[in-house]
């Protein structure tokens, strides 16, 4: 792979674009080539730490009609078909920030189990996840929670969440804020992603049971 350039300001511009046509031509030609090596590049280094192949997938964004994206991504996940039923990683950016999430989200059929194997490790998890990390309960939402503004507790009830109800999702990641000179500088980033990564596949391991991997 080439090295990472980096985003810039033209990247989180194309969510200010109208019109679904246009601003997917925007998101096509300026922002999935850097997802697209995103995903070649991270995918070796997640497979050896997670112990299992992982696959990326870049957003297609297909199935929309009217309302163009407002957000957009690469995902990894132990599917070569898709990621949305599994227990994912992801990054991507809205148009305020860049966001590196472990997620699990509505469409996994696992998310019972991964919620009791959590609660039963929150203590390490707690410990795990430094407070700087932030949570979310939603991956359709941009808003999201420091570990430590939420405390155990907090995480505690996203994790009760995520097994007692049927749309519930649990994220658990970084956000960077559109000016922070780290994204501008391909290899800051990248070094930043690979710190990220080092927790959250550790997440991803502590939470995955021999459930999650039956239901693939």
Request: charged letters at 25%; one cysteine or more.
């Amino acid at each position: 792979m080439s090295a990472f350039s980096g985003f810039t300001q033209e990247d989180f511009d194309v969510f200010t674009i109208d019109g679904l046509d246009q601003r997917m031509d925007a998101i096509k030609s300026i922002v999935r080539p850097k997802l697209e090596s995103l995903g070649q590049h991270f995918a070796p280094l997640l497979s050896v730490s997670c112990e299992n192949e992982m696959f990326y997938h870049v957003a297609k964004h297909a199935r929309r009609t009217v309302n163009p994206p407002a957000d957009t991504w690469v995902a990894w996940a132990a599917d070569k078909r898709g990621y949305k039923k599994h227990p994912h990683f992801q990054i991507g950016l809205w148009g305020t920030h860049v966001f590196v999430w472990y997620a699990v989200i509505y469409e996994a059929p696992a998310k019972t189990e991964i919620s009791k194997a959590m609660k039963e490790q929150l203590d390490e998890m707690m410990t795990l996840v430094p407070n700087h990390f932030h949570w979310s309960p939603d991956h359709t939402q941009p808003a999201s929670t420091s570990s430590q503004e939420l405390g155990k507790e907090g995480v505690l009830k996203l994790v009760n969440r995520l097994g007692d109800v049927k749309k519930a999702e649990l994220l658990c990641g970084i956000t960077i804020d559109r000016n922070d000179p780290v994204l501008t500088d391909g290899n800051a980033f990248l070094q930043r992603l690979e710190e990220t990564f080092a927790v959250l596949t550790k997440l991803y391991n502590l939470s995955n049971t021999s459930a999650t991997i039956a239901s693939r």
